[in-house]
């Protein structure tokens, strides 16, 4: 049974950082994508970063997470990270990883239709 386990979350200040983790486990850590997403109150799910083995760990942002959002993973923890800095408070929502293995394709993708497995989320909330 594949399982992501989202850990990170929590009350920072505007400017701050944060580091969310998802791990991952019950599939093999290879041949796979992972999307991080956040969904706001009264907003729809967005796509804000995604990585992919595949596609030799490329990653990929949206312009909201451009040049402050960083992911990366770790295959011997079956872990992927979203490193998060000058955190504004549009930021604040659920935070969640999903993936979509096996994935064999190249970029991948930030529609939430395209992932198979989703964590529980986690909340981010940036203060003013």
């Known amino acids: 049974e594949v399982q992501l386990v989202e850990s990170g979350g929590g009350l920072v200040q505007a400017g701050g950082s944060l580091r969310l983790s998802c791990a991952a486990s019950?599939?093999?850590?290879?041949?796979?994508?992972i999307g991080w997403f956040r969904q706001a109150p009264g907003k729809e799910r967005e796509g804000v970063s995604c990585?992919?083995?595949?596609?030799?760990?490329?990653?990929y942002y949206a312009y909201s997470a451009k040049g402050r959002f960083t992911a990366s993973s770790d295959n011997a923890k079956n872990t992927v990270y979203l490193q998060m800095n000058s955190l504004k408070p549009v930021d604040t929502a659920v935070y969640y990883c999903a993936a979509v293995y096996p994935w064999y394709g190249s970029h991948c993708s930030f529609a939430p239709a395209g992932y198979d497995y989703w964590g529980q989320g986690t909340q981010v909330t940036v203060s003013s």
């Open positions: 990585i992919s083995s595949s596609d030799d760990f490329n990653t």
């Open positions: 019950g599939f093999t850590f290879d041949h796979y994508a």
